[in-house]
């Protein structure tokens, strides 16, 4: 595998990465719980905490894609009807945008669509240099 595919391999796979977690983050939405401070927070499972991928470049140019927990990864909600609320009716909920988690998955399709892009042009032009040589 030639250096340009090593790197655009290493792209496609923080993309999808990138989207497997926002994925995530979208369907657990909703996924409340009680409160961390709240004395049913042992009765009950706790909230999903919303998680993001920081991506960082490596020297040889790859990428290298960790992933990380949004701060704060829950916020208060009010509803009252929940088991595990609090007293005023607060439970704690994935702190999730749904604006943001759109724009990281329209950016992990586009980021994996131009790195495949790359790896079929790499393939193309080797396929090319053999032929020269053939």
């Known amino acids: 595998m030639s250096i340009a595919s090593t790197i ?3 792209g496609m796979n923080a993309a999808a990465l990138r989207l497997q977690i926002s994925a995530s983050n979208v369907a657990n939405v909703r ?23 920081n991506q960082t470049a490596m020297p040889d140019g790859t990428t290298f894609a960790t992933i990380v927990p949004v701060l704060p990864g829950t916020v208060q909600s009010w509803d009252p009807g929940a088991a595990y609320a609090n007293t005023q009716g607060m439970v ?19 980021t994996y669509a131009a790195n495949a892009a790359v790896v079929r ?13 053939a």
């Not at 704690?92 to 586009?110: G, I, K, R």
């Not at 042009?121 to 040589?133: I, K």
Request: glycine share 4%; proline share 9%.
């Open 8 to 10: 655009a391999v290493s």
């Open 31 to 53: 996924s409340s719980g009680p409160l961390p401070d709240s004395a049913s927070a042992g009765s009950y499972p706790p909230a999903y905490n919303a998680r993001t991928v």
């Open 92 to 110: 704690a909920t994935p702190n999730v945008d749904l604006a943001n988690e759109a724009v990281q998955q329209m950016m992990a399709s586009v």
């Open 121 to 133: 042009a790499d393939n193309q032009m080797t396929s090319a240099l053999y032929d020269v040589f």
